[in-house]
């Protein structure tokens, strides 16, 4: 029995992590840019947290579009008998 490596990353879950990263550096830049939260420190907290989380969301969508980029390329497809 031969694996089937094609399917190992499939393309939703990097549209997700890429959407992900969008939503929360989307939500920091509004956390910065308006007057919602009007404690200076809860307001900086909050926007550091949604850097972080943007950046990690974003590092594993790269991650994930070269695993996706690999696996497509393997020749190596499963044939049951």
């Given at each position: ?12 879950m990097v549209h997700a992590a890429a ?58 497809r499963y044939s049951p008998r």
């Open positions: 029995m031969k694996a089937d490596y094609k399917n190992w990353m499939p393309k939703g959407a992900g990263a969008a939503g929360c550096l989307g939500l920091a830049a509004l956390c910065k840019g308006t007057k919602l939260i009007k404690n200076e420190t809860v307001k900086n907290a909050a926007a550091g947290v949604l850097l972080l989380g943007g950046a990690a969301a974003g590092g594993a969508a790269l991650w994930m579009e070269g695993l996706y980029r690999a696996f497509r390329r393997c020749k190596i």
